[in-house]
């Protein structure tokens, strides 16, 4: 049976060919890239996967290289995470660990390095202040003053606010200001939690200065009154009356 003609689907068939001819490249380039787009999606992810597991391989060779005391190993094995594995977060934690594990071997250049990698290159800022406090301490240790007090300079998370004016507080009196650091070590007191045992230790250190932080303030003496200072000034005699 013959097909009856219609116009209205013939008009509609050409619209559709005249959009083509016009929009189509467009579209097929539009799909492609969508297609591209969750393609790479797709392979970043997986990527951070592998990454993530690599890391995880790596930090817990450098960990038994530390455990084990084997300075040339734990030199490989973090040579190998940065050249890696460096972005993760596995790889932060490991400058940590891999900086412990030298300073520990006076290996003091190379603990100096895994630090300030870790400062230049970890997002986390609980990490960059745990880098930043230890890489104080080796300063400190290395007689570099300067060096400890820039380490310290930049602005700590609250819950290192602590800690970082003790570290202050040593740095300042290895220098001899004896003044500032007690104000160090009074500001890491008054910060610190009292939950914390490590407390104790900045008392005993502001008692070693002289300071105890747990006696309680002096009241200020009272201004006496102007009448009480003078009291002739405030009463003076009364002037005897001559008898008539």
Do not use: C
């Amino acid at each position: 049976m013959a097909k009856t003609f219609d116009p209205h689907e013939e008009e509609q068939l050409d619209q559709l060919k005249r959009f083509w001819g016009q929009y189509g490249t467009l579209i097929t380039w539009l799909l492609v890239a969508v297609l591209l787009a969750f393609a790479g999606w797709n392979g970043w992810n997986y990527w951070q996967r592998q990454q993530a597991v690599e890391a995880a391989v790596l930090y817990q060779t450098l960990d038994e290289a530390a455990g084990a005391n084997d300075t040339e190993r734990v030199r490989q094995v973090w040579a190998d995470i940065q050249q890696q594995v460096p972005r993760t977060a596995q790889a932060h934690h490991a400058g940590l660990l891999a900086a412990r594990a030298l300073q520990q071997a006076d290996a003091l250049d190379d603990a100096r390095l895994a630090l300030h990698f870790v400062r230049d290159n970890a997002a986390d800022p609980g990490v960059v202040a745990a880098a930043r406090l230890r890489l104080a301490a080796l300063e400190l240790q290395a007689g570099q003053y300067e060096a400890a007090l820039q380490a310290l300079g930049a602005d700590m998370p609250p819950e290192f606010a602590a800690l970082a004016a003790d570290r202050r507080g040593d740095v300042l009196l290895a220098q001899g200001q004896t003044d500032a650091a007690r104000q160090a070590y009074q500001q890491a007191w008054a910060a610190m939690d009292e939950a914390v045992d490590y407390r104790r230790v900045i008392e005993a250190k502001l008692n070693a200065l002289g300071v105890d932080p747990t006696a309680p303030a002096t009241p200020a003496a009272p201004v006496p009154a102007a009448a009480e200072v003078n009291p002739a000034a405030s009463a003076a005699p009364a002037t005897p009356v001559a008898p008539q």
